[in-house]
């Protein structure tokens, strides 16, 4: 365990561009990502290079690489990194993927996804958090992530099939407009059950069969709301 943590730090460090690298982001990934087991290389870097602190409310930057969801405004949260790390790993990305994330928020998630997916498609119903976003993202040069406001229960279908759809906030069910819009073989990733209470992480996978679920972690989101 040692020796792949000091490993994943070396490649961290090579992956430093102009030595912007935060030794907190690094950190972060080592002490709570890596450490819960998380293995896939790709979103351990991607985990390690997003400044996470770019994404959060000023009064949160010193906090930002905690090990706990933050404020972003609005009442929503950005999610724990271990939990943004499971759902990036549960999406199987590999790099050439179109990925539609609903609940895009400060737009934290949304860069990590853009590292590991060839283009990433975030839909966030709050207009002044999607604004914020829009400004991070130009402000890092990010240019594969595309970000609207709007209700993602309705999907992008402009952009769609998508290789892979993630959801940032809790529903019943996958709604029926996203199923449509996920390729065949693709998979959804998001936290099933109603706000306030446990929810289950699951992935289900488009299979002529049908959808085929696995529960993968007990969760707690904001919910999904309707506009
Ligand atoms: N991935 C985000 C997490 C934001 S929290 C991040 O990294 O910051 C979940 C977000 O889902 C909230 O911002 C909330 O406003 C949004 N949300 C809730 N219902 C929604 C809907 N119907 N469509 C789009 N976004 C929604």
């Known amino acids: 365990m040692k020796a792949l943590a000091g490993a994943i730090l ?19 990934v080592r002490d709570q990502i890596a450490a819960r087991g998380i293995r896939d290389r790709r979103v351990l870097e991607a985990m ?9 409310l000023a009064p949160f930057r010193d906090s930002a690489y905690e090990d706990r969801p933050l404020p972003i405004g609005r009442g929503q949260t950005i999610s724990q990194p271990y939990i943004v790390a499971r759902m990036a790993e549960a999406l199987e990305l590999k790099g ?10 400060s737009g934290y998630a949304a860069a990590v996804f853009g590292r590991l997916a060839a283009e990433v498609y975030g839909i966030e119903l709050e207009p002044e958090l999607n604004d914020r976003a829009v400004k991070v993202l130009a402000s ?6 595309h970000l609207r406001a709007g209700d993602g229960f309705q999907g992008w279908p402009a952009q ?3 290789d892979a759809i993630v959801l940032s906030c809790a529903a019943p069910e996958l709604p029926a407009p996203l199923w449509e819009q996920l390729r065949m073989g693709g998979v959804a990733v998001m936290p099933e059950g109603e706000a306030g209470r446990v929810q289950r992480l699951v992935r289900i996978r488009k299979t002529i069969q049908g959808p085929r679920k696995e529960v993968l ?6 919910p999904l709301r309707r506009p």
């Open 217 to 222: 972690e007990l969760v707690a989101f904001v």
């Open 160 to 162: 769609a099939p998508f």
């Open 48 to 56: 390690a290079s997003v400044p996470r602190h770019e994404f959060v």
């Open 140 to 145: 890092l040069g990010v240019r594969n992530v």
């Open 10 to 28: 070396v490649s961290m460090t090579c992956l430093a561009q102009g030595g912007t690298a935060d030794l907190r982001g690094q950190t972060m």
């Open 96 to 105: 050439k993927e179109r990925l539609l994330e609903v609940g895009s928020g």
